[in-house]
């Protein structure tokens, strides 16, 4: 069974500074991983999907990146601001079109 | 605009009362489906559907059902709601192949009493 860990559960950093978000995952068998935000009592919103082929995916201040063979999965924010503040998310789509499972979250509070 | 529709935003039910909450997606998808979000526990998939008329289990399907008459539309049915079942529900759909990412649903949040 896939399982999907998130650390740290909080972050808490000044503005500006650049900040790494950790996902893990234990089926390396995967085809695709997404990383998305989630502001509090709101929807998910998709940030990046980067396919099991490849090894990052960038957008704007973020960069996605992958590692299949590890288990692992990074989110970098660069330059933080407060409107970054938010839940993020992962998960990973494996074994299957049909299942995906999700981490717990990072919740990052950007503080001006 | 390409999305995922979700109604209603807001339900406040007593315990045994039947409903419904609606989810339709107008970007043609083939995969649609449920989640409940839960403070500790994330998101855990409750049914899905990869086409219509083809419906399975999540992991806690136990008090829901699902149907999948039409492409679009995934409606989620509470037969007899208890307060166990408190909680923000999401819709999301996705094409069928694997490449693609799922799109979210804002979301429901439901208060059994």
């Known amino acids: 069974k896939q399982e999907v860990t998130q650390i740290p559960a909080a972050l808490s950093v000044p503005e500006g500074e650049n900040l790494v978000l950790n996902c893990s995952f234990t089926d390396s068998a995967i085809y695709n991983l997404q990383w998305f935000r989630q502001d509090p009592g709101k929807g998910l919103t998709s940030l990046l999907l980067?396919?099991?082929?490849?090894r990052e995916q960038t957008s704007g201040r973020l960069n996605a990146s992958l590692d299949k063979s590890s288990g692992r999965s990074t989110l970098y924010i660069a330059a933080s601001q407060p409107g970054d503040s938010a839940t993020y998310l992962c998960a990973v789509r494996v074994g299957g079109y049909q299942k995906v499972t999700f981490g717990i979250g990072t919740k990052l509070q950007v503080i001006p | 605009e390409a999305q995922v529709t979700q109604n209603p935003r807001y339900l406040i039910t007593v315990t045994g009362k039947k409903l419904t909450v609606t989810c339709s997606q107008n970007?043609?998808?083939?995969?649609m489906s449920w989640y409940r979000q839960d403070p500790g526990l994330g998101l855990r998939q409750i049914y899905y559907s990869m086409n219509v008329e083809v419906t399975d289990k999540g992991d806690v399907p136990e008090g829901y059902k699902v149907s999948r008459k039409e492409k679009r539309n995934f409606p989620l049915i509470l037969e007899s709601p208890s307060p166990n079942q408190t909680s923000l529900y999401f819709c999301?759909?996705?094409?069928?192949?694997?490449?693609?990412?799922?799109?979210f649903g804002s979301g429901t949040r439901l208060t059994v009493v």
């Open positions: 980067i396919q099991s082929s490849q």
């Open positions: 970007m043609n998808h083939e995969y």
């Open positions: 999301a759909s996705s094409f069928g192949q694997p490449g693609y990412g799922y799109t």
